[in-house]
Every structure is written in C-alpha cells, then in structure tokens.
C-alpha cells in the first residue's frame, strides 16, 4: 500500500494529472509482462496453474525502491527495517534462486519479471519527463551511506 502512493504521485509529479493513468497502466501491464515468460514456459503443460497479482505488485514495489531506495522494508519475523537498495538486490537474487529451484508452487518469475519490469518503466517514465532517477537513486544511496 506504501509503495502504490509513492509511484503514483511519483508519476503526478512527471506527469501531472495523469499520474494517477499511468500508474494504473504500468499495473495492468504488469500483471501481463510478468506471466509471460511462465506463459511460455507452460503453454504446453497442461497441468500447471498460476494465478496472482504479485508480479504487479512486485514492479510497484521496485518502482517505488527507485524513487525511495533509502525506504525501510520491513520483512515479517525481522524486527529491524532493511534500506531498500539492499532489499531489492537480496530479492531478486532469491526470487532467481527459487525460480530456478522450483518444486514449491510459487511463480517465482513472475516477482522476478515484475520486479525488472518496474524497474524498466519508472526509469523509462522518468527520462520520459525529463528526471535521471538512476542518478537521483545513486545519489541517495551514497548519501545514506555517508552518514
């Protein structure tokens, strides 16, 4: 919930007034990016199954890291807040790890492919408008490490 805020006025602030638009179409675009490398993977399985949002849900969040990448994210049974440019490289490496592991019913590529996927499109928006959000996220990092 944090994170859709953030992107979507993050999007305001490029595109005011139609913010709110183009967070709603990364979304939906999301929801189909993210399942098609399963898609194909599967199209001929007739016994896999795979249903979810959580590949969207995943490119909100990277696209929200790169507007916040000092925001805490807080990971259920880990009572201390990790900064989120080290959250989102710990995830995609796990989601990689697991995805190639498979056996545990969970479509790992598609958090993978929505989490790349995000990322793609907020930095793609971004220079769109006119703002270098790759800088602006180095730039925070460097500073919160400087503390």
């Given at each position: 919930?944090?994170?859709?805020?953030?992107?979507?006025?993050?999007?305001?602030?490029?595109?005011?007034?139609?913010?709110r638009?183009?967070?709603?179409?990364?979304?939906?675009?999301?929801?189909?990016?993210?399942?098609?490398?399963?898609?194909?993977k599967?199209?001929?399985?007739?016994?896999?199954?795979?249903?979810?949002?959580?590949?969207?849900v995943?490119?909100?969040?990277?696209?929200?890291?790169?507007?916040?990448?000092?925001?805490?994210?807080?990971?259920?049974?880990?009572?201390?807040?990790?900064?989120?440019f080290?959250?989102?490289p710990?995830?995609?490496?796990?989601?990689?790890?697991?995805?190639?592991?498979?056996?545990?019913?969970?479509?790992?590529?598609?958090?993978?492919?929505?989490?790349?996927?995000?990322?793609?499109?907020?930095?793609g928006?971004?220079?769109?408008?006119?703002?270098?959000?790759?800088?602006?996220?180095?730039?925070a990092?460097?500073e919160?490490?400087?503390?």
């Open positions: 919930y944090f994170f859709g805020e953030l992107v979507e006025s993050g999007f305001e602030q490029f595109f005011a007034g139609s913010g638009w183009l967070y709603l179409f990364m979304y939906v675009t999301a929801l189909f990016i993210s399942l098609l490398p399963t898609y194909l599967h199209k001929d399985d007739y016994g896999y199954r795979s249903l979810g949002a959580s590949g969207a995943s490119a909100v969040l990277f696209a929200g890291l790169i507007l916040a990448p000092t925001a805490k994210i807080y990971i259920f049974f880990i009572p201390i807040g990790i900064p989120g080290v959250f989102g710990l995830y995609l490496l796990l989601t990689a790890y697991l995805d190639k592991k498979g056996g545990d019913n969970i479509n790992h590529s598609a958090h993978l492919w929505g989490a790349l996927y995000g990322l793609v499109f907020i930095i928006v971004g220079y769109a408008a006119g703002a270098d959000l790759v800088t602006n996220f180095i730039v990092v460097q919160s490490l400087s503390l």
